[in-house]
């Protein structure tokens, strides 16, 4: 899960667009001034809203930039179209196809192949998503431009769950 974020937190801030960096100034800039207005009026109990309005965006706007430049920019779609576990050695192989539903072409994509345990109970299932038995990333280096699926293929070496649940989760960068 380490490798997971450490790529994620890589290449997120690598594939930064001038749309990310606006939308992010855009929210520090509001925060800023919020956090300003806030020192210079002289009612308390609006002073308060403002400060308190000003730090929450402080924190959360440039998460909810990023959040909703990725859906509107980056969208992609990974679908599974078969798993199956080789007899001969103790691999899992995973096809699909990924495809690009943003605006923009995409010059790299991270699948991030997430292996867990299945449960009845709401609350295993949940740490279970939170906490993968296994985390696989395949870089895919082909372009895929707009509208455009590409055929993917994932090998997982050294499987021995005969019980799973598995997601698919692309990130791709123009």
């Not at 001034?33 to 730090?55: E, M, Q």
Request: glycine residues 4%; contains cysteine.
């Amino acid at each position: 899960m380490a490798e997971y974020l450490r790529s994620y937190i890589y290449y997120t801030l690598h594939s930064l667009t001038k749309y990310d960096y606006m939308a992010i100034g855009w929210a520090l800039f509001l925060a800023f001034l919020l956090l300003v207005l806030a020192a210079i009026v002289r009612k308390r109990a609006l002073s308060y809203l403002l400060l308190l309005t000003g730090v929450m965006l402080l924190f959360t706007g440039p998460i909810a930039a990023k959040v909703i430049m990725d859906g509107y920019l980056r969208a992609a779609d990974a679908k599974v179209k078969e798993t199956k576990i080789l007899k001969y050695s103790s691999s899992l192989v995973i096809e699909g196809e990924l495809k690009n539903s943003s605006r923009l072409d995409f010059s790299r994509c991270d699948l991030a192949v997430m292996i867990y345990r299945p449960s009845d109970n709401p609350l295993k299932r949940a740490a279970a998503i939170l906490k993968p038995a296994l985390v696989r990333i395949e870089h895919l280096d082909s372009p895929v431009l707009r509208g455009e699926s590409k055929p993917f293929r994932i090998l997982v070496d050294h499987f021995n769950m005969s019980d799973f649940n598995l997601s698919v989760q692309p990130r791709c960068y123009p």
